[in-house]
Each structure stands twice: as C-alpha cells, then as structure tokens.
C-alpha cells in the first residue's frame, strides 16, 4: 500500500513539475521580461491523492517487479522500439488484408442475388408461358434478354471481387 502511494505521489509530482517547466518557458507563469535571470518555482499540489484499486490482488512485490522492468536498459528501450515498430506494421498488414476480405465477401453476395434473380425469372418465365401459351416465344426473348442482363452484372460483381482482392 505504501508503495503504491509513494509511486502515485511520484507521477503527480513528475506531471506538475513538467507543467510548471513548460509554463515557465511560455512565460505564463507571471515572470517578467525584466527578471529575465530571475528563476520561476512552481509547486501545485494535488488535491487528493491518486491510489490503485486494493482488491485487484496486486502485492508489493508484484509491484516493484513491475517497476523494475519499466526501468530497463536504453538498449533494450530500442529494441522495444523496433519491435513495437514491425508490430505496428504486421498489424496495418493484416487490417489491410481483413478489409479486403471483407470487401470481397460483400461484392461476393451480389453473385448470390444475381443467382436468385435468375431463377425468380425463369420460374417467372414458365408461369407466364403456361398462363398463355400464344406469347411463350415473345416471353422467351423477354427472357434471353433478362438473362443476359443478369449475368452482365453477376461478372461486373466478379471482376469488383478480383480487383478488390488482387489489385
């Protein structure tokens, strides 16, 4: 507990202190043009004190283990670094490649719709033939055309898929 305290006390003063530093180079604090050699300290304390959740089941020594790998060798800091780096990067890779998964499978279910349209047409096409013999020629050029129309768009949405996966 008291460690977590004396870490919590040690932020807030890190945090205060990088703000009054930058303040004091902005020349917000109140430090005239004048005393120019005169130095500005600016201590703020905090109203309460920050302090980690008892119950979480953290130790001390859970802890100060913790601390001691956050205070790690400039070395290894670069290698993290480099690894954070090909970790950001393998990750952009495969968001890339899930979006065009994902795109492909959308343009996918337009081959899907075309398939019921054509048989809502040729089903469409029987019916009609049966209702009134006379027509059935006139309908199955009707239906050629639907047809050939349908299809049309069934290798628009392909070559769509194509180019999203490939190109």
Same mark, same amino acid.
């Given at each position: 507990m008291a460690l977590?305290?004396?870490s919590a006390k040690l932020y807030l003063r890190a945090i205060? %202190?990088?703000m009054a530093r930058g303040m004091a180079s902005q020349g917000m604090l109140g430090a005239?043009?004048?005393?120019s050699s005169e130095q500005v300290v600016c201590q703020a304390r905090p109203a309460a004190v920050m302090q980690a959740p008892i119950g979480l089941g953290a130790s001390a020594s859970v802890i100060a283990s913790g601390i001691r790998a956050q205070a790690a060798s400039p070395m290894s800091l670069h290698k993290q670094a480099v690894l954070s780096s090909s970790a950001a990067q393998e990750r952009t890779m495969s968001v890339l490649a899930a979006s065009k998964m994902v795109g492909a499978g959308c343009a996918t279910i337009a081959l899907? %719709?075309? %398939?019921a349209g054509l048989g809502v047409m040729? %089903? @469409?096409l029987i019916n009609g033939a049966a209702r009134n013999p006379n027509i059935a020629k006139q309908l199955v050029g009707y239906a050629l055309l639907g047809f050939a129309l349908t299809e049309s768009i069934a290798l628009? @949405? $392909?070559l769509v898929v194509f $180019?999203?996966?490939f190109a």
């Amino acid at each position: 507990m008291a460690l977590q305290q004396a870490s919590a006390k040690l932020y807030l003063r890190a945090i205060n %202190g990088s703000m009054a530093r930058g303040m004091a180079s902005q020349g917000m604090l109140g430090a005239s043009a004048s005393a120019s050699s005169e130095q500005v300290v600016c201590q703020a304390r905090p109203a309460a004190v920050m302090q980690a959740p008892i119950g979480l089941g953290a130790s001390a020594s859970v802890i100060a283990s913790g601390i001691r790998a956050q205070a790690a060798s400039p070395m290894s800091l670069h290698k993290q670094a480099v690894l954070s780096s090909s970790a950001a990067q393998e990750r952009t890779m495969s968001v890339l490649a899930a979006s065009k998964m994902v795109g492909a499978g959308c343009a996918t279910i337009a081959l899907a %719709g075309v %398939g019921a349209g054509l048989g809502v047409m040729f %089903g @469409s096409l029987i019916n009609g033939a049966a209702r009134n013999p006379n027509i059935a020629k006139q309908l199955v050029g009707y239906a050629l055309l639907g047809f050939a129309l349908t299809e049309s768009i069934a290798l628009f @949405s $392909l070559l769509v898929v194509f $180019l999203i996966l490939f190109a």
